[in-house]
Nanobody, 126 residues
Framework: QVQLVESGGGLVQAGGSLRLSCAAS????????MAWFRQATGKEREFVAG????????NYADSVKGRFTISRDNDKNTVYLQMNSLNPEDTAVYYC???????????????????WGRGTQVTVSS
């Protein structure tokens, strides 16, 4: 069992930045492909960014490419999401997720992920 705890959310003005963190329990964090998803009010949960467990290759949703950066520190069991140039459309609850399979593919469907955090709210004001 893996526990994921997100932090770093908050209220920011359009054009601002936030850095989200996701701390994972367990000693095999490095084996998991990790991802960030978000869910806005009244909308389905959507993929934001993911990072491969093996070579740290990354995948981003088109809506965040060039603005968001995902990274991981296996020594700290933590994955990060640096978010720049935020706009009101980025307002959502952001969730960290872990894929415990041995896939090297960063999958974009929420159902592909086995463990989830409780989320952190990001609100971008115009």
């Amino acid at each position: 069992q893996v526990q994921l705890v997100e932090s770093g959310g908050g209220l920011v003005q359009a054009g601002g930045s936030l850095r989200l963190s996701c701390a994972a329990s367990g000693r095999i964090f490095s084996r998991y492909t990790m991802a960030w998803f978000r869910q806005a009010t009244g909308k389905e949960r959507e993929f934001v960014a993911g990072i491969n467990r093996s070579d740290n290759s990354k995948n981003y949703a088109d809506s965040v490419k060039g603005r968001f950066t995902i990274s991981r520190d296996n020594d700290k069991n933590t994955v990060y999401l640096q978010m720049n140039s935020l706009n009101p459309e980025d307002t959502a609850v952001y969730y960290c997720a872990a894929d415990r399979t041995l896939t090297t593919i960063v999958r974009v469907r929420p159902s592909a992920y086995d463990y989830w955090g409780r989320g952190t709210q990001v609100t971008v004001s115009s």
